[in-house]
């Protein structure tokens, strides 16, 4: 949720306020545009990819905080946007950049930010933040600059009046609102219906690479419109809010999981396959955020570093397989920080899911073999079938 304006052009930035929902507030100056915006205060681990991390529809409603103090040295260019728009509700950062310096840039990052009315805030200690949320856990802000920033208890008000993420049915408001296709890069070998739920666009991309054709469907597709594609493969996106209220995308998939598809989900759609098996969901105290995040595949022991950015995760026996309406199903990924469940594979039907982003375009590109991995699952699929 934003007001903003054009961040005036000459002189210093103006002055700007950042209130925690706890009271705690940090006083810094305007990046971006000037007005107010209010979201979940979060952090992200990432020492670079930011143009990536701005324009994820995972972080629809949520104010990123940067914690590498560095943010803006590459500018902003027009081949690595996720999406079509900038999702964060606002953004964090230490110490901007005066001056962007890449041969592919072709605008600066505040310049950017300031177009697509993105209030933000910098200057501040954006390490004692991190800490802070941390310890306390993610929890809603609002970022203030202008007139007015200095009456704290009505701004805190302001804050403590805004929606929290718990129960968030967020997924079609990132997603695309028509089906679009995108075609395989060479030969086409299968197609696969991918249901967005805020996808990024690299996932499609990296699909299209092994010769798949991609149908991106919006996230209330039905299952009609799934089987009109006539797919060799299901995939479900990442995507914002909490699983617990994307009950269209629980049945959905559930109707998936009955027709023995071969189904495959990231992230959100991670979530989703854990509440369609009977696990629930519950909130993280603050999430998993970074393109550095240590991750074990189970079934072959390597461990990974990957790219994460979930607030919720399944509740899941981390051992031994569990019985379910579809079959057995076991714990395939595990975060080694924290032992959060990192992935879901099915024993007895051809579905597997992942908690973090194997199509990272920032990278790191650990996990791209997942996308491989699916297509083995379709391979396998079409010889039964024949």
């Not at 990819?49 to 905080?65: C, F, I, K």
């Amino acid at each position: 949720m934003t007001t903003a304006a054009t961040n005036p052009a000459g002189g210093g930035r103006p002055a700007a306020v950042l209130v925690l929902e706890d009271g705690r507030t940090f006083r810094g100056r305007a990046y971006g545009a000037v007005g107010e915006t209010f979201g979940e205060a979060v952090f992200s681990t990432g020492m670079t990819g930011y143009q990536e991390t701005l324009t994820d529809p995972s972080y629809h409603r949520q104010v990123v905080v940067m914690t590498a103090p560095h943010i803006g040295n590459t500018g902003v260019n027009d081949e690595d946007p996720e999406s079509r728009r900038i999702w964060v509700a606002g953004y964090v950062v230490r110490d901007p950049a005066r001056v962007s310096s890449n041969w592919r840039a072709r605008r600066g990052l505040e310049e950017e930010l300031t177009a697509q009315g993105v209030v933000g805030i910098s200057g501040i200690d954006t390490r004692a933040l991190t800490r802070h949320l941390r310890e306390r856990g993610a929890m809603r802000v609002g970022i203030f600059s202008g007139p007015a920033i200095d009456r704290h208890e009505e701004l805190l008000a302001r804050v403590r009046a805004v929606p929290p993420m718990k129960g968030a049915d967020l997924a079609a408001e990132v997603a695309t609102t028509e089906p679009y296709t995108v075609p395989a890069l060479g030969e086409k070998r299968f197609t696969v219906a991918a249901v967005d739920l805020g996808i990024k666009g690299m996932t499609p991309h990296r699909m299209a690479e092994r010769g798949i054709e991609v149908h991106v469907l919006p996230a209330t597709a039905t299952a009609a419109d799934i089987e009109a594609v006539r797919p060799d493969g299901v995939f479900f996106s990442n995507g914002p809010g909490d699983p617990a209220a994307a009950e269209h995308a629980v049945e959905l998939m559930r109707g998936v999981l009955e027709r023995r598809t071969p189904l495959f989900g990231i992230c959100f759609g991670n979530q989703i396959l854990g509440r369609a098996l009977g696990f629930g969901t519950y909130k993280l105290k603050y999430g998993h955020r970074g393109i550095n995040q240590p991750v074990q595949d189970r079934t072959t022991g390597k461990v990974e570093v990957t790219a994460h950015n979930h607030g919720f995760a399944v509740d899941a026996p981390l051992d031994g397989a569990t019985d379910t309406p579809y079959g057995r199903v076991e714990v395939s990924h595990v975060c080694l920080n924290d032992n959060v469940v990192e992935g879901l594979r099915l024993l007895d039907r051809p579905a597997f899911s992942v908690q973090y982003h194997p199509e990272a375009a920032a990278g790191p590109h650990d996990a791209a073999y997942l996308f491989d991995r699916f297509v083995s699952l379709m391979e396998a699929h079409r010889a039964e079938a024949h």
